[in-house]
Structures are given as structure tokens and as C-alpha cells.
């Protein structure tokens, strides 16, 4: 019969579609109770020694371990991602730690999203392209004005980062606006994460933590408010325009 072996040839197919995702939120489950404990910046106290000694003797390598750690903490969406943006800054400085933090993030940012365009997504992009109404104008905003909301995404500090890398591979986003708007709207992030890391030898030295609350500080987020508030303005001239033209 023709339909049933289309339909078991066709199985295997859609399995073989959504497996990376599958494995994404298997890992992401496990990892979640596995490591809560261990990505902290106690671990990294407690291993602070080693990696300074590691570092000298081979400083590529341990680069490269790095990001291999900090692209599968953001792939799988495991805990210890500010951990990882602040280990950043105390292995290799503000320069050095910033741009291997965006390089990783990115790289983990861009599996996710593949993982999910390859499963999800392409089928429910393709189902709202097709649709009618609200969810038709709401996909046809976004497109128009693609650019904008993607940065919007990465500077509004409220937007959780895993939400900011499935949301667009579920709606259609392109894959290389989604790429570039990435590595450049996490960069203000990034500079603080890995600033907060370049004195953490002095605040391990006094027996303190880290304080990530430094984001919030109004001379920290103000000016990245201000970059959203930016990437937003081309969003707002359009509705107004249109307004004009109604």
C-alpha cells in the first residue's frame, strides 16, 4: 500500500529531523541536575591555581577549552553561563576574555537555533507563513523589521538568553541575520561579564563573591538601554509612518 509505506518511510525522516533538538533538551535536563553545583564560582576558587598554571603553560589550549565549555553550556542551555562570561575575564583579561566570550556564545547560540530550525521550526514557520489574520501581520512585522527586534532581543537585559535563541529559529528568522545581530547585541553584556572577571583574583584574595548585580547599576545598563532604545527607533518610524499613511 502506497500510504503506509510513505508514512513508515517518512517516520525515520522526521525522528532523524528533530533528534538534535531531542538531544538538546535530554542534555539541557541532565546537565540542569548534574552540574548545578559544580559550574559556580566556588569550583572555580577551589580550581583558581590550576587553571593559572594551565594557562601559562599552554594558553591556546586552554583557550580552546574554553570555548568548546562555554559553546556547550549555551547549547544545551546549561547553568554556569555568567560563570563562564566572568571565567572569561579572569583567564584572559578584558580584551582577550571579551572577544572568546562572544565568539563561544555565539557558536552556541547558532547550534541552538539550528537545532531547533531543523525540528520545530521550519515546519511552524512554514505554518504561519500560511495562516491568516493576527498571526499573518504578526510574521509579517517581524520580517519587516527583522534586524531590529533580533537586537532588541540580545540588549533588553529582561529577555532570557535561551528564549532570544529559539524564539526566532521558530518563527523563520534567517539564519545569518540571526548569526551577525548575535555576536554584536551580546557584546555590551559581554564587556560587563568579562569586566566583573578581571578583578576576580583581588575578590577571591578577600574571601568574597562576585557581585553580578553590577549589570543593573544604572551607569552600566543605562547606555545599553540606551543601544536598545536604538535598535528599536527604526521599529517605531515605521508604525508612525504607516499611521501617517491610514
Request: net charge positive; aromatic share 8%; no cysteine.
Amino acid at each position: 500500500m502506497p500510504g503506509v509505506k510513505q508514512s513508515v518511510s517518512g517516520q525515520p525522516r522526521t525522528i532523524a529531523r528533530h533528534l538534535p533538538l531531542i538531544v538538546i533538551v535530554l542534555v539541557a535536563g541532565i546537565g540542569a541536575l548534574a552540574l548545578r553545583d559544580h559550574l559556580t564560582f566556588e569550583t572555580l576558587r577551589e580550581n583558581r591555581d590550576s587553571l593559572l598554571a594551565f594557562r601559562a603553560r599552554n594558553y591556546a589550549g586552554l583557550a580552546a577549552a574554553f570555548v568548546a565549555g562555554y559553546v556547550g553550556i549555551v547549547a544545551f542551555s546549561l547553568p554556569g553561563a555568567a560563570v563562564a562570561s566572568v571565567t572569561g575575564g579572569f583567564l584572559f583579561g578584558l580584551a582577550a576574555g571579551t572577544g572568546l566570550n562572544v565568539i563561544a556564545a555565539t557558536l552556541g547560540a547558532s547550534a541552538i537555533f539550528l537545532a531547533a530550525r531543523w525540528g520545530l521550526g521550519a515546519s511552524l514557520a512554514a505554518r504561519m507563513d500560511a495562516s491568516q489574520g493576527r498571526t499573518a501581520r504578526l510574521m509579517r512585522g517581524l520580517r519587516e523589521n527583522e534586524i531590529s527586534v533580533l537586537l532588541l532581543l540580545r540588549l533588553v537585559p529582561a529577555v532570557p538568553f535561551f528564549v532570544a535563541n529559539l524564539l526566532p529559529a521558530l518563527v523563520g528568522v534567517r539564519f545569518m541575520n540571526f548569526f551577525w545581530t548575535t555576536a554584536l547585541g551580546i557584546v555590551p553584556g559581554a564587556l560587563v561579564f568579562t569586566w566583573i572577571g578581571v578583578g576576580l583574583g583581588e575578590v577571591f584574595d578577600r574571601g568574597e563573591t562576585p557581585d553580578l548585580s553590577l549589570l543593573w547599576e544604572p551607569q552600566v545598563i543605562g547606555p545599553i538601554l540606551g543601544l536598545a532604545a536604538l535598535a528599536a527607533l527604526p521599529i517605531a518610524i515605521k508604525a508612525l509612518r504607516g499611521r501617517k499613511e491610514i
